[in-house]
Nanobody, 124 residues
């Protein structure tokens, strides 16, 4: 079982930035594609960003394009989500996920392991 504890969430004002981190347990991190999803109260879970294994090619959901950056450090077993120009609509629980089959996916069903989530609250 792969553990994916997230960190870096918190309460910020609109326009601020946050960097989320997710450190994977085990020794196979470089073979996983990684993703970030979020779920706001009363809404379905939404794809935010993903990054492929290997070359680390990113892919972004519409809400993240131009403001968020996903990256990974295989030496540290860590995936990051840099979030800039945060708005109240970004308030949600953010989840880290790891997939073992394929190269990259925006579909949550493609992911095998999930973190517990970290709360991001943006006040306007």
């Amino acid at each position: 079982q792969v553990q994916l504890p997230e960190s870096g969430g918190g309460l910020v004002q609109a326009g601020a930035s946050l960097r989320l981190s997710c450190v994977a347990s085990g020794r196979s991190f470089s073979t996983y594609f990684m993703g970030w999803f979020r779920q706001a109260p009363g809404k379905e879970r939404e794809f935010v960003a993903a990054i492929s294994r290997g070359a680390g090619v990113p892919n972004y959901g519409n809400s993240a394009k131009g403001r968020f950056t996903i990256s990974r450090d295989n030496a540290k077993n860590t995936v990051y989500l840099e979030m800039n120009s945060l708005q109240s609509e970004d308030t949600a629980i953010y989840y880290c996920a790891a997939g073992t089959r394929g190269l990259l996916s925006p579909n949550e069903r493609a992911y095998d392991y999930w973190g517990q989530g970290t709360q991001v609250t943006v006040s306007s």
